[in-house]
């Protein structure tokens, strides 16, 4: 019954015919988690919230989400968190929904060739994830850190299809992207092509030293890609909010996130393993009034 006169203000007039409440869900690439957890979440914002119109909007990804979400072009969108501004600077009008998963970042190569760690990346092409991407920003950050940096390799801005056909075709000699496991594009160039995974794990401790605590060390076993295990950095990523929506309805979005997780896992494993003990932990980012009340009624 609260929903109601929420979905209304949003809406316009309520004198008036009331047009549906449109929430756009900013993802990513259509071969990546977010937009498979994106989908997903529009199927059952459409089915169990009357009156309201959920859509998903293709876009880079992270950066450009956290944008998109800001400047009022989107109501909902995914973001790793390490795009955030720090706690104590200016940050766009966003809000947390939930954390949802980790993000880890693959340096994908074939299995022959000649990149095995990430110091053979120095004098060849990389595909750094496509501009505005969650991607790009931890991909530069981790060459940064490796002096890498500046003209030390031969930086292409791809997204994940695009970087994967480059890759095939021989292109570029190594890409990276950032996602939870697995990511589909990954694994169909996996499917065709013998891959190798570079391992990263080295250089958690010095992204965190040079860029923040919200990196850790993740695993990603043989099961996943049938290629060799590798260690790699990840980051939380976290479903934001416009500032501005009605508590209402933002509860209503928090409470669905997680009474359906066994639905959205099955569009992707990923959306399985959120928990509303794990989602709460959205730092730096604040909780919306609306989904911090759905979590205080939720505990038993």
Known sequence: MLLVPALAGLAGCRDEPTEPVRIRIATGSPTAVYHAFGQSLATILNRELPGVQADVVVTAASAQNVRLVGSGEAELGFTQADVLPPRNSE?????????????????????GGPVRTLADLRGRWVSVGADGSGTEVTATRLLEVAQLGGDQVHQAHLGLDDSVAALRAGRIDAFFFSGGLPVRGVAQLASSTAIRLIDLGEWTEPLRRGYGQVYVTRDIPRSVYGADPASTVANPNYLIVRADLPEPLVREVTRLLMERREELAAAHPAAGRMSPRSAIATTPLPLHPGAADWYRSAKP
Do not use: C, N, S, W
Request: charged share 20%; glycine share 0%.
């Open 91 to 111: 940050r766009p009008p966003v809000l947390a929904v939930a954390r949802v998963y980790d993000d880890l970042l693959h340096l994908v190569t074939t299995a």
